[in-house]
């Protein structure tokens, strides 16, 4: 069955950079995107962009190009996401779900890893 | 690009439907049959509901069902039950590679 496993919970200070990891089992890792999605305290869901696992493409959310990476390491089937210049509005749990495929949708996701940023 | 508009909440009794709009753009939601929507029970992952506009997925409920009109994409849950009650996400496809979430909805079950 498909799984992702993230990476556990992080406290960064301001400034400071934040990776995440995503590991991937029960389908063909090349074969699908992985997209990293946030969620605020008390807010919604916010799409920060996603990567082509199967030629390293990527496409960020504008209001995060400059901060944000998106990778992957095929022979340990792992996506990271890392955050740059954390500021306290960063704070949120990141998200990690296959996708978008062939139907723009995200149809597995990871548990999410609580990032807190604060000094 | 902005968020997609949802109400904030909505409710109904065991039994009853609700139905939750997604408000875009003409250039995501009524661009694009690419609408999708997601059940977040909080502390859980969001789980996929529905797909380019009205399909979904394996094991989704056939109670779950989706519909577009223009810029406005629409879910409905029929017959409410208990394990309905959570919080509901649209996204959108918005061209160039780029996607778009909604609002969110909290789904009530009285």
């Known amino acids: 069955q498909v799984q992702l496993v993230q990476s556990g919970a992080e406290v960064k200070k301001p400034g400071a950079s934040v990776k995440v990891s995503c590991k991937a089992s029960?389908?063909?890792?090349?074969?699908?995107?992985i997209s990293w999605v946030r969620q605020a305290p008390g807010q919604g869901l916010e799409w920060m962009g996603w990567?082509?696992?199967?030629?390293?493409?990527?496409n960020y959310a504008q209001n995060l190009q400059g901060r944000v990476t998106m990778t992957t390491d095929t022979s340990t089937r792992t996506a990271y996401m890392e955050l740059r210049s954390l500021r306290s509005d960063d704070t949120a749990v990141y998200y990690c779900?296959?996708?978008?495929?062939?139907?723009?949708?995200?149809?597995?996701w990871g548990p999410g890893t609580l990032v807190t940023v604060s000094s | 690009q902005s968020a997609l508009t949802q109400p904030p909440s909505a409710s109904g009794s065991p039994g009853q439907s609700v139905t939750i709009s997604c408000t875009g753009t003409s250039s995501d939601v009524g661009a694009y049959n690419y609408v999708s929507w997601y059940q977040h029970h909080p502390g859980k992952a969001p789980k996929l509901m529905i797909y380019e506009v009205s399909t979904r997925p394996s094991g989704v409920p056939d109670r779950f069902s989706g519909s577009k009109s223009g810029n406005t994409a629409s879910l409905t849950v029929s017959g409410l039950q208990a394990e309905d009650e959570a919080d509901y996400y649209c996204s959108s496809y918005g061209g160039s590679n780029n996607f778009v979430f909604g609002t969110g909805t909290k789904v009530t079950v009285l």
């Open positions: 029960g389908y063909t890792f090349t074969s699908y995107g």
């Open positions: 990567i082509s696992v199967y030629n390293a493409n990527t």
């Open positions: 779900a296959r996708g978008p495929g062939s139907y723009a949708s995200f149809d597995y």
